[in-house]
């Protein structure tokens, strides 16, 4: 059975494996790479994608999921964190 767990997850592979940075720098210790799904409820997931990707490091990349009308956004952590405050207004 297909479901909305395993599309997502589909999703995050597709990143992982076509977002990977090849750079000579790794990332610190201190702010590794990670990814955070947000779930929208006001704001459409493919808009707020193209806002947001100027705001992210040479590292960083932003995915809509229309469906779910999720972002999926892999970054520096502290980028990340930055980048969810803005999505939620705090």
């Known amino acids: 059975m ?11 592979l597709a990143l992982i494996c076509t977002g990977i940075s090849f750079s000579q720098h790794p990332a610190p210790r201190d702010d ?3 990814i955070q799904m ?3 409820e006001h704001a459409d997931a493919e808009d707020l ?19 779910g ?6 970054d520096r952590r502290s980028i990340v964190r930055e ?7 705090n």
């Open 2 to 12: 297909y479901n909305i767990f395993t599309m997502v997850l589909g999703f995050i």
């Open 49 to 67: 994608a193209k806002v947001l990707e100027p705001f992210l490091s040479r590292d960083g990349r932003i995915t809509a999921y229309g469906p």
């Open 38 to 40: 947000v779930e929208l």
């Open 69 to 74: 009308n999720i972002l999926i956004i892999k």
């Open 32 to 34: 590794p790479i990670v």
């Open 83 to 89: 980048l969810v405050k803005v999505i939620k207004g």
